[in-house]
């Protein structure tokens, strides 16, 4: 099976691209292209499927992506290798050929680009940093690169969608602690118990921050299990450990 790409209109023009888990060479619970260095599968398994996936979208660049601890933190793309990586949620670039990675099983991978000013950036959006602003944290960095945010364009990838995520009534106090009016991100679930949407919430606060354009691709991890890696389904399932998907967003090498 071929490696599966899926691209947003609003980035349309910058290579980019949200990948699942079709395609690649993991095999059991972790079949298709697992991109996790922490999954607790071979590595050299993960550095053949973060080769395939870099390959279907951006050709002979090198994946740049830091250690995801659900924060805000940004940090400009660096040579770093891959067992020393920085601890932040965002990376971004104004460098060519630079493809920054992402690493999603439920969270929320957003993609960001200003094609005139060449500036691009990843970033990982769990709840937790999701309320802490990582997205704002993401678009003040590429403004430090040249970037204006009223020509960024962003994409929310496949994440946990609201029918998918159960919470608690203390999860939702968090957010309406912080806004009141992020009570509409909620919803009661068949059960009595609040669900989330992380996607409506991200795209939200884009949208608040002055972006030119965004989008969601409306794509339930959870949902799809032949599709997407998921760390929620893989817990009720009783299962040892997960995938990760991985999403790409570079800049082409100039040519002549």
Not at 2 to 22: N, Y
Not at 113 to 118: F, T
Not at 173 to 180: L, N, S, V
């Amino acid at each position: 099976m071929s490696v599966e790409v899926l691209t947003a209109g609003a980035l349309a023009g910058v290579p980019h691209g949200f990948l699942g888990r079709r395609g690649g060479v993991s095999r059991g619970a972790m079949a298709g292209l697992n991109c996790g260095w922490g999954s607790g599968e071979d590595l050299a398994i993960v550095r053949e499927n973060r080769g395939l996936a870099a390959d279907a979208v951006l050709p002979g660049a090198r994946i740049v992506s830091p250690h995801q601890i659900h924060g805000a933190e940004v940090v400009a793309a660096g040579e770093w290798p891959d067992d020393d990586r920085p601890h932040a949620d965002a990376v971004v670039t104004d460098r060519p050929g630079v493809l920054l990675g992402i690493l999603t099983a439920d969270c929320a991978p957003v993609l960001f680009a200003d094609a005139e000013a060449g500036v691009a950036a990843a970033a990982h959006a769990g709840w937790k940093g999701a309320l802490a602003g990582v997205s704002d944290r993401t678009v003040e960095a590429m403004e430090r690169l040249g970037a204006r945010r009223e020509r960024i364009a962003a994409a929310v990838g496949p994440c946990i969608a609201r029918t998918s995520y159960e919470v608690d009534w203390s999860f939702l106090e968090r957010f309406t602690g912080a806004d009141p009016d992020n009570e509409r991100f909620f919803a009661e679930g068949p059960a009595g118990k609040p669900h989330f949407d992380l996607e409506s919430y991200l795209l939200a606060r884009l949208a608040a921050a002055g972006l030119a354009r965004v989008e969601a691709l409306g794509q339930d991890t959870y949902a799809q299990p032949d599709r997407f890696y998921s760390y929620r389904r893989a817990t009720h399932r009783g299962e040892p450990s997960y995938g990760r998907q991985i999403s790409l967003i570079g800049l082409a090498r100039l040519s002549g």
